[in-house]
């Protein structure tokens, strides 16, 4: 569990009333979301709960606009129980990752599809010259099929960034647990 100087990690402490009007910068709004991705992480929120704090988090204006998707997540006062250290790679990077990552895929697919039906529509090519005229053109099969594959994935653009990543953010969770454990032998 975070501990209450998680408050302080913020340009300005979203608590304090007399500065919860000032405009949160992107660096608190990672800040609020790695409260709320630990959170979820840990098994104290649903993956319903996660996205709507999330969204919340990414949608705030000001300081004070951070503190109620956080409240019941971090002690509000108090002596810190432990402090969580910033994860290396923030929010906007993970994001940037999985849109590569999305990208790539898409690329992949697009290319496994070109590939294969050029490939098919050449032995068929082939298979017709050499049979004396043009036969029935079957690679419109294996065409089709790769095709709904590529067009799937175009798609499911924002389903498929989202999945991607919830896979980085396990394998970075993963990754900093082996290198805490590194670190403690």
Not at 40 to 58: H, I, S
């Amino acid at each position: 569990m975070p501990g209450a100087d998680v408050w302080g990690s913020f340009s300005a402490d979203p608590r304090d009333p007399t500065v919860a009007h000032l405009r949160a910068s992107d660096a608190d709004r990672d800040r609020a979301v790695d409260v709320v991705r630990d959170a979820f992480v840990d098994g104290r929120l649903t993956r319903d709960e996660f996205d709507t704090r999330r969204d919340a988090v990414l949608q705030a204006r000001t300081v004070g606009d951070l503190v109620p998707p956080m409240r019941d997540l971090v002690p509000t006062s108090g002596r810190a129980v432990r402090r969580t250290a910033p994860s290396p790679v923030g929010t906007s990077d993970l994001a940037r990752d999985a849109v590569q990552q999305y990208r790539r895929d898409l690329r992949d697919a697009r290319n496994g599809w070109i590939f294969v039906t050029t490939l098919c529509v050449a032995i068929w090519g082939a298979t017709s010259v050499a049979g004396g005229g043009p036969s029935f053109f079957w690679p419109v099969f294996p065409s089709l099929g790769i095709g709904i594959g590529y067009f799937s994935t175009w798609l499911r653009r924002d389903q498929q960034i989202e999945q991607i990543e919830e896979k980085l953010v396990r394998e970075r969770e993963a990754r900093e647990v082996r290198e805490r454990r590194h670190r403690d032998y």
